[in-house]
């Protein structure tokens, strides 16, 4: 081997010892940058699990004060039907104080 082929290869043995390293050093930012993601992610699910948790007893007392506004609306369109069935309400218009007043006189006194 003369010593322009040995020159050769002592450069290609340079060469791909430096490709080496660079190949290394891209394979670990890769492992790196995978673990920061799933990393994120588990973050990511965790705080969504923790909010539904630390928010599920205000979501459940909404919905049962919601629930019961409603029962009571149901109640009182029930009343409401009831007394207009028993004592025959009349229908009045509110949208003047006159046309009230004339509703409740008593043969035009």
Do not use: C
């Amino acid at each position: 081997m003369d010593e322009n082929e040995r020159a050769l290869l002592q450069e290609t043995a340079e060469l791909t010892q430096e490709n080496n390293k660079l190949l290394k050093k891209l394979h670990r930012q890769t492992i790196f940058a995978t673990i920061v993601r799933i990393v994120r992610w588990v973050l990511f699910v965790v705080f969504a699990i923790w909010s539904y948790v630390l928010i599920q007893p205000f979501i459940e007392q909404a919905k049962g004060v919601i629930q019961s506004m409603q029962e009571t609306q149901q109640s009182m369109n029930e009343m409401r039907a009831k007394a207009q069935g028993v004592l025959q309400v009349p229908d009045v218009d509110f949208s003047g104080l006159q046309n009230m007043l004339d509703a409740f006189t008593i043969n035009g006194q």
